[in-house]
């Protein structure tokens, strides 16, 4: 009996020993600001991650640790980051909704972010402070399947896409427009935006349609030029989708 005994707690140390040697702790340093940027082609205020919108896409393996070093550079707002869909096992304090499970970082402050991703799979990150989501703070979070684990499909590579919605009008404007008395409606969006780029009052499609809207025209490093995904014939492609829209609701069809 205590041989057994002896054998099962061998057994589970060596097994805890395992994960731990194989799950790895992967860090980062992040500076929140506005920023002028052109996600439709209109120039405007958009919030971004060390100079870059979307925010970087963060991959890891499931079981790994994220460190998220955030700084705070927005003169007078505070912020947050929502991990949308990990599920925070024992560090619900940095799952990022302000004032219900973390207070705001505010301007000038520095807060760490510290979690594991326990589960594979495609997730976003998001501002969870007012309407800031709307103003374009969010970005790609993947999780690769475990050491020793395999997707349930196979295919030869992958795109990962996030659809947002774009208004011109300041993401101020339409928090102080959806939370008045009598409501206001901010009506449709003027773009919508696939990893951060659209095109507003141009048509990628004007040549083939019956449209007065313009054909647009783009040298390629334009900020709202369109994103090419390359593929190769006879192979499989897996997309990870993500929408990370404010007030639409989206259907994807590929045609």
Not at 162 to 167: E, M, T
Not at 172 to 183: D, M, N, R, V, Y
Not at 223 to 246: D, E, F, G, K, W
């Amino acid at each position: 009996m205590v041989y057994r005994d002896c054998l099962i707690l061998i057994t589970c140390f060596s097994f805890l020993i395992q994960l731990c040697l194989a799950a790895e702790t992967r860090y980062f340093k992040w500076e929140v600001e506005y920023m002028y940027w052109s996600p439709d082609c209109m120039e405007g205020a958009v919030m971004g991650i060390n100079g870059q919108f979307p925010g970087p896409t963060i991959r890891a393996v499931a079981g790994d640790i994220i460190v998220v070093n955030l700084k705070n550079k927005l003169h007078t707002e505070g912020v947050v980051i929502h991990w949308h869909g990990i599920r925070q096992l024992g560090t619900p304090w940095v799952d990022g909704t302000a004032s219900i499970s973390q207070c705001a970082i505010n301007p000038g402050e520095t807060f760490v972010y510290r979690y594991k991703v326990d589960k594979a799979g495609t997730y976003f990150y998001h501002a969870h402070f007012g309407m800031q989501r709307s103003a374009g703070l969010y970005g790609s979070l993947i999780v690769e399947v475990g050491e020793g684990e395999k997707e349930p499909f196979h295919y030869d590579g992958e795109f990962s896409l996030l659809l947002s919605d774009w208004w011109h009008m300041s993401s101020h404007e339409q928090e102080l427009a959806i939370s008045s008395k009598p409501f206001r409606w901010i009506g449709d969006p003027q773009s919508l935006l696939i990893n951060g780029r659209g095109q507003y009052n141009c048509s990628l499609a004007a040549h083939v349609t019956n449209t007065l809207t313009p054909q647009c025209q783009f040298i390629g490093n334009e900020q709202c030029a369109r994103q090419i995904l390359h593929v190769q014939p006879n192979q499989t492609y897996r997309l990870r989708l993500a929408s990370t829209t404010a007030l639409v609701s989206l259907n994807l069809q590929i045609g």
